[in-house]
């Protein structure tokens, strides 16, 4: 029977656990922040002299750690693309804008466990040489934003922020900025827009890679709240032990939302891949079976920005192999893998690990609307076939929803999905398609 895999959410509701330092430092809080401060430099196995902020992007590097926000990116790599010869400021952003439907992941580390999310930041931030991180959080986490707020100033009385951290030449000083409640600013360079103080229009890539052109037209990370809680874990057990955990490619644990006709609503951390689509659904540790009693009909896998896979669907997925082989496997639905490559294989996405189950009682044209309503009100209109796409994408399902049926619908439809996809800057277009 598979289980839970607790890590990041090691302490979250744990009894008698509070969001408070005094609380996080009897738990062992902070004890990785100094070891990585005090390593002294060593030679890597290929000879190279590394300080310890090489030593850290290194260990990132080697646990094939991806974002936990919803690309799946791997984190070591974006790290290495910042460039660290231009002699300007890097920065680092913590994106805490949650906003996909479906999702609560990292409200629960927020609210529940700040200075875990303070310390994997710090480390992150010691290891690319940044001066000044910012959180960018949800608008309407108004809690959540007094909560960072108090955490930092805690640990900036506590030595961990500010200049000279814990007796180093090392200095950080971390600011939390509250968004106005745009959906699109998730997206890494609407964000960066909107923290410059302009309308959250995502850039064209190239040029504006955040790596080089981010924030105030410096080098910048942009990493989720749960990748940036997974660093601290990888630098207190060590890169190849956390990619151990889970699976190929697929390394270390996630949390998943999981939500919608389940018995058990809630969130799950999980190793990457050794746990199945069906387990995270029936399973009584995980989704505990639907809630109602009807059958399956439909689950979205990672967001509303996931295709919506059907119930009774079978896939071929094509995996390559360590040595090169390549190995064609079928799967039904349920016994699909929950990691980033099978869902993507499969035809949809893991994303931001909410799943949304769906039985016999949904309209599934009703939720159709409701999904395309929401990209119409929440895009940001700088593309044209998404601003309009959108926007006829939910008028028309309205319309089908009334029982308005033209014999043409499903053509048309299809139509303006076809010419919203490929068309825009960013990927909201796609996820809207």
């Not at 930092?152 to 409640?181: M, P, Q, W």
């Not at 896998?301 to 896979?309: A, D, L, R």
Request: proline share 5%; glycine share 12%.
């Amino acid at each position: 029977m598979p289980t839970e895999y607790r890590m990041i959410l090691k302490n979250v509701d744990k009894p008698g656990y509070t969001p408070d330092i005094a609380c996080y430092l009897k738990h062992g809080g902070y004890a990785t922040l100094q070891k990585a401060l005090r390593l002294q430099p060593a030679t890597g196995q290929d000879g190279k002299q590394l300080d310890g902020p090489e030593q850290l992007r290194r260990e990132v590097m080697v646990s094939g750690l991806r974002g936990r926000g919803g690309a799946g990116f791997p984190c070591g790599l974006k790290w290495s693309f910042v460039d660290r010869r231009a002699g300007k400021n890097i920065y680092l952003i913590c994106n805490a804008d949650e906003s996909e439907p479906g999702t609560f992941k990292d409200k629960q580390i927020i609210y529940k466990d700040p200075h875990q999310l303070l310390e994997g930041i710090i480390i992150a931030a010691y290891a690319n040489g940044v001066k000044l991180a910012f959180i960018y959080i949800r608008g309407e986490f108004v809690q959540g934003a007094a909560i960072l707020n108090r955490a930092i100033k805690e640990a900036r009385e506590h030595g961990f922020l500010g200049n000279n951290i814990l007796g180093t030449n090392y200095s950080l000083d971390i600011i939390v900025h509250r968004g106005a409640g745009a959906y699109i600013c998730g997206e890494e360079t609407g964000l960066i827009e909107s923290l410059e103080g302009k309308r959250p229009y995502p850039r064209i890539k190239p040029p504006y890679f955040p790596a080089v052109l981010g924030l105030y037209g410096c080098p910048t990370i942009v990493n989720n709240v749960e990748t940036l809680c997974a660093v601290k874990h990888i630098i207190e057990m060590g890169g190849t032990k956390y990619a151990q955990l889970g699976t190929t490619n697929n390394t270390g644990t996630r949390i998943v939302s999981i939500s919608g006709h389940v018995r058990r609503p809630g969130y799950y951390e999980i190793e990457v891949g050794k746990v199945t689509l069906g387990e995270l659904i029936f399973d009584p540790n995980f989704g505990g079976g639907l809630s109602n009693g009807l059958p399956l009909k439909a689950v979205i896998p990672g967001g509303t920005s996931s295709k919506i896979f059907r119930a009774g669907e079978k896939f071929k997925i094509t995996r390559k192999n360590l040595d090169g082989t390549v190995t064609v496997q079928e799967y039904d639905l349920l016994d699909l893998p929950y990691d980033f490559d099978t869902m993507a294989a499969a035809g949809s996405m893991s994303g931001s690990g909410a799943i949304i189950v769906l039985d016999e009682s949904a309209n599934m044209v009703e939720v159709a609307a409701n999904i395309a309503e929401f990209y119409a009100h929440e895009s940001c209109g700088q593309c044209t076939p998404c601003r309009e796409g959108s926007l006829w994408l939910a008028k028309a399902l309205r319309r089908l929803e009334a029982g308005r049926t033209r014999p043409d619908d499903a053509d048309y439809l299809l139509s303006i999905a076809r010419n919203i996809q490929g068309r825009t800057i960013c990927a909201f277009g796609e996820a809207c398609a």
